[in-house]
Every structure is written in structure tokens, then in C-alpha cells.
């Protein structure tokens, strides 16, 4: 039995992010909190950037501190989880 086809891209070859910068450098993949979920502000197409940028934008200016959005171009595929069986 197969499941829904709910993706548009071809493939995924690079993706974007917010991560939050400590003073020390440190780096972590920050989250936005809609109705009620946490959604990590990563984007896979270009088409979604504006909204993590926008989302950035607010948490950086309502908490104080430095966002950067990177954009990840490696792509090492780790494991084939196939539930089509």
C-alpha cells in the first residue's frame, strides 16, 4: 500500500536554516512555536525563504539575539527507510 504523493520537489539538494549564534560562537537550529507546534525554520526551496527570514527576524529582535541563515549544499543520503511494503 502506498501513502499519499504530498511532494513537489524532484529532489532535495540543499536547504536553508535559522541558526541562532551564542557568545561564544555556538550554534544551534532554532524553532518557531504556531498554533500550539514547534516548527524548526528550515526551508528546502527558495520559495519558503522569505518566511523563515521574516520568522528570524522576529525572534532575533524580540530575544536580542544574532540569527544567521545558512544554506546547507551537501547532500549524503545515511539510510532508505522504505514503509511501502
Same mark, same amino acid.
Given at each position: 500500500?502506498? @501513502? /499519499?504523493? #504530498?511532494?513537489?520537489? !524532484?529532489? #532535495? *539538494? =540543499?536547504?536553508?536554516? &535559522? !541558526?541562532? !549564534?551564542?557568545? *561564544?560562537?555556538?550554534? +544551534?537550529?532554532? &524553532? =518557531?512555536? %504556531?498554533?500550539?507546534?514547534?516548527? /524548526?525554520?528550515? &526551508?528546502?526551496?527558495?520559495?519558503?525563504? /522569505?518566511?523563515?527570514?521574516?520568522?528570524?527576524?522576529? $525572534?532575533? &529582535?524580540?530575544? +536580542?539575539? $544574532?540569527?544567521? #541563515?545558512?544554506? $546547507? %549544499?551537501?547532500?549524503?543520503?545515511?539510510?532508505?527507510?522504505? @514503509?511501502?511494503?
Amino acid at each position: 500500500m502506498r @501513502g /499519499p504523493q #504530498i511532494n513537489h520537489l !524532484v529532489r #532535495i *539538494d =540543499s536547504l536553508w536554516a &535559522a !541558526v541562532s !549564534v551564542d557568545d *561564544d560562537g555556538t550554534e +544551534g537550529l532554532i &524553532a =518557531s512555536l %504556531h498554533n500550539g507546534t514547534w516548527l /524548526p525554520l528550515i &526551508a528546502a526551496d527558495e520559495t519558503r525563504l /522569505p518566511f523563515i527570514i521574516e520568522q528570524a527576524e522576529i $525572534l532575533a &529582535a524580540a530575544q +536580542g539575539r $544574532l540569527i544567521r #541563515i545558512i544554506k $546547507l %549544499h551537501s547532500r549524503e543520503e545515511v539510510r532508505a527507510i522504505d @514503509g511501502r511494503q
